[in-house]
């Protein structure tokens, strides 16, 4: 039974990339689809007035068609262990900047993390609520670790449904407001990924629900009948951003929570100045091309490896006193990486026109201050000033 999210070697996520396409042109992924659209879990829904279908098989139709399309064009990266934790550690602060279409690494991508970003708990009744396993009163906790992410800038306009001439409409829902997308938007679209195998980290004989028959559905059964087919990411939110828009102080646990800590990856991977990481290819044997332009794939297979740069990398005991705390389905601490936290600065990158107001500024992030040997645990002491006779 695996109780953690095990990170994939990274040469494995072009194949990975390949499974999820096949999966969502899949029947069973749509049903899936249907069923979270139908329990209220979708943050963009696609609607097309005047068709006679639900609500819920348009949305999937429509966003499967979507994800297939970006999957195919994506660029692909992988965040080390260390990688994570550092985007976690600079992200508790969120950017100041407004969004940016020049952040993220490529145009369209998608990033798989060595350690959840991020996750959230539910009952298991909850999970399956609007499902033919839902049974009333069960109240077995689960946690969903999120994991990886895909963007591109937003553009349904090229999405149509097969056979459909009407006009689709995209709703945003999230974060206490809803609303049509205005057909003038432009930002960038994320989806947010988590590892299959929801209750896999339960007792296998924990009841989650009920058979067909009535019985009862335990764990272990649930997590046997999806380890046998699919891909091991899982679509799981999706969220668009604004171009020009501001960070919010994000609620935890949300979509708003974690495309902090991607923006700031973002930053990371591409801030000038300061070298934060680097970067290793893993390239896709020529084989794997092959496979990949027979399923269509435009975007690059080779993967991108994207570490913390050696002169900011934390020790090796430091990261295994961290991994110690980790549950391996939350985000990690970073306790001991990184004792002082880095830190955002919002620089001007032209003093010279910053009093008349010309100038242009960039978030930048600083590395925090530590002093002493770098294996050496943090020590903060209050300085106390004793006065021994009365001042003058």
Not at 1 to 14: F, I, Q, S
Not at 168 to 197: A, E, H, N, Q
Not at 376 to 386: C, F, G, I, S, W
């Amino acid at each position: 039974m695996t109780m953690r999210w095990t990170p994939p070697d990274p040469r494995k996520l072009p194949d990975w990339r390949a499974s999820m396409i096949e999966y969502l042109d899949s029947f069973g992924a749509k049903r899936v689809m249907r069923e979270a659209i139908h329990a209220g879990h979708c943050t963009i829904l696609p609607m097309v007035p005047g068709m006679d279908a639900s609500v819920g098989s348009v949305g999937a139709e429509l966003l499967h068609q979507s994800e297939i399309h970006r999957l195919a064009a994506a660029d692909l990266y992988y965040a080390t262990e260390d990688m994570t934790a550092l985007a976690l550690a600079a992200s508790t602060t969120v950017p100041t900047e407004p969004v940016s279409m020049d952040r993220p690494p490529s145009r369209t991508g998608l990033m798989v993390f060595a350690e959840p970003i991020g996750g959230y708990e539910q009952e298991a009744g909850q999970v399956l609520a609007n499902t033919p396993a839902y049974r009333p009163g069960v109240t077995t906790k689960v946690t969903t670790p999120i994991v990886a992410v895909s963007w591109s800038p937003w553009n349904p306009g090229s999405i149509r449904l097969t056979g459909s001439s009407h006009r689709v409409r995209w709703i945003y829902k999230g974060g206490g407001r809803s609303g049509l997308i205005p057909d003038d938007f432009t930002g960038l679209w994320l989806t947010f990924y988590s590892p299959r195998g929801t209750f896999d980290h339960l007792d296998p004989n924990t009841t989650i629900g009920r058979q067909r028959d009535g019985s009862n559905m335990t764990a272990g059964q649930i997590s046997t009948r999806r380890r046998t087919s699919g891909p091991v990411l899982a679509w799981d939110n999706e969220m668009i951003m604004r171009e020009g828009g501001k960070f919010e102080e994000p609620q935890p646990d949300t979509n708003a929570d974690w495309v902090s800590v991607v923006y700031t990856a973002w930053q990371l991977m591409t801030q000038q100045g300061s070298q934060w990481t680097e970067t290793e290819t893993a390239p896709r044997s020529r084989s794997g091309v092959k496979r990949d332009a027979r399923q269509q794939i435009t975007g690059n297979s080779d993967v991108r490896i994207i570490k913390v740069h050696s002169s900011h990398r934390p020790s090796r005991r430091q990261a295994a006193q961290d991994a110690e705390h980790s549950t391996g389905r939350r985000q990690p601490q970073w306790t001991h990486r990184w004792p002082v936290a880095p830190y955002r600065r919002n620089t001007c990158l032209n003093t010279r026109a910053h009093a008349d107001g010309g100038c242009t500024h960039e978030d930048r992030i600083v590395p925090g201050h530590i002093k002493g040997p770098a294996d050496a645990p943090l020590r903060t002491r209050d300085t106390v000033r004793l006065w021994d006779a009365q001042p003058n």
